[in-house]
């Protein structure tokens, strides 16, 4: 069986994270999205909000778990299993970070691979940060984010 893990922040999910993680899903036999817990980051969402809105925002999707973890990625990826990391690339400039994370993981550990996803165009441009920001300034983030998280956003004001 081929266990993938796609992690990150996903302060919140968005619709281009849903798309990365759907066509993982494709690929692979079991896709794990895990929130990294970073202590020093204080974050938007709390973890286990981030969490839930995962799970209501994937719940159709049958080979597809939510989880989070603290510490290393690949000490994690380790523990459950996988033996791939999924990231996203938008553009060039998510490229000279995600390598260099990539390396380091696979110094760490040669076993486990990452392998890079793109969305497609319609949500290459999405970002958390982007749409906390248009939500903050009272922009309509509907088009942006699953559901789950709008409706969830929508209360919260
Ligand atoms: P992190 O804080 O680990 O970068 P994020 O939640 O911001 O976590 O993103 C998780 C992963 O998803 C990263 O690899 C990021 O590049 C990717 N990603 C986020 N948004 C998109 C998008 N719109 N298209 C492609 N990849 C994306």
Redesign the pocket.
């Known amino acids: 069986m081929k266990i993938a893990v ?6 919140p999910i ?1 619709k ?2 849903l ?2 993680l759907k066509t993982g899903a494709e690929i692979f036999d079991k896709v794990i999205i895990a929130v ?1 817990r970073n202590s020093e980051k204080k974050g938007f969402l709390p973890v286990e909000e981030r969490v839930k809105l995962i799970r209501e925002s994937v719940k159709d999707i049958e080979n597809v778990e939510t989880d989070s973890f603290e510490g290393l990625t690949i000490e994690y990826a380790k523990k459950k299993g996988a033996k791939v990391l999924i ?4 553009a060039v400039s ?1 490229f000279e970070y ?1 390598l260099q994370l990539s390396q380091a993981n696979s110094a760490m550990c040669e076993d486990i691979k990452t392998v890079f ?3 497609k165009p319609k ?6 940060s982007t749409i906390k920001e248009i939500y903050i300034n009272g922009g309509d983030i509907s088009k942006f984010v699953p559901d789950a998280v709008y409706n969830y956003l929508m209360e919260k004001k």
Do not use: V
């Open positions: 796609y992690p990150g922040s996903f302060d968005t281009g994270h798309d990365i990294a990231r996203g690339l938008r998510d995600e996803l793109t969305t949500y290459n441009f999405i970002s958390s």
